[in-house]
């Protein structure tokens, strides 16, 4: 492998990454659906996977956000250049997974009994964050079927933030919040065109059980 250290902006060279490919399979997905995930065609993903081709460091940490993995683990910091900085291991925490919630309609998020691990960073930036299982495509641009949402209900929320909200006092959803003067709007950030913006205005019968359970602040691959 060639590793060239650049700017955040320019490109970093992987050849021959096996961890790519390994990370790839992790997410359950074939080189068309990788590709689509990194905002590219299969031709071109096939040329990332070979080595003959570029990943841009925000792809790589696209990447490591989905998979739960570091970029030093991706681009095998094993053959880094001498002189290189190698951070050292991860350290992890344990922390609670609450329930599911939907990236699609809709669903009822019930209480779940399990604990994953989690950067020890994260859980002292947020200390009362918990994780929600994803569930469906609407948000597949940023957080995959599946995947855990980190959700901090201390954080504040801004338009433009992707927050995980109670409608109607039974049914959650995760969507990129806009609040409006009369109006909330909950809008999909997928490649799936049938997915559409929820608005709830002071005329909708969800209005008055509207509530904002957090804040999307990580996301992470369980494993």
């Known amino acids: 492998m060639v590793v060239r250290y650049t700017t ?3 490109l970093i060279v992987l050849k021959y990454s096996n961890r790519l490919r390994e990370a790839r399979k992790k997410l ?3 080189q068309t659906e990788m590709g689509e995930f990194l905002g590219t065609v299969m031709q071109n993903y096939q040329k990332y996977e070979y080595g003959d081709r570029q990943l841009r460091s925000d792809q790589i ?6 998979v739960g993995c570091s970029s030093d683990w991706l681009i095998m910091n094993d053959s880094l250049p001498k002189g290189a900085i190698v951070p050292t ?3 992890t925490v344990p922390v609670p997974v609450y329930g599911r919630i939907a990236a699609g309609e809709p669903l009822e998020m019930c209480e779940l009994v399990e604990e994953v691990d989690a950067p020890v960073t994260k859980r002292e930036r947020h200390p009362y964050a918990y994780f929600l299982i994803v569930s469906g ?14 959700i901090d209900p201390k954080a504040e929320v801004k338009n433009g933030d992707t927050v995980a909200v109670n409608v109607n006092g039974y049914d959650a959803t995760l969507k990129v919040w806009h609040r409006t003067s009369n109006s909330v709007i909950l809008s999909p950030n997928s490649t799936n065109p049938e997915h559409r913006d929820i608005v709830i205005d002071e005329t909708s019968p969800d209005a008055p059980n509207l509530r904002v359970l957090g ?3 990580w996301a992470m691959y369980p494993e």
């Open 215 to 217: 804040k999307k602040v």
């Open 8 to 10: 955040e902006r320019e």
């Open 28 to 30: 359950g997905f074939n």
């Open 61 to 66: 940490a696209k990447v490591c956000g989905a």
């Open 89 to 91: 291991p991860v350290e």
């Open 137 to 150: 495509d609407s948000m597949n641009n940023e957080i995959l079927d599946g995947h855990l949402a980190l």
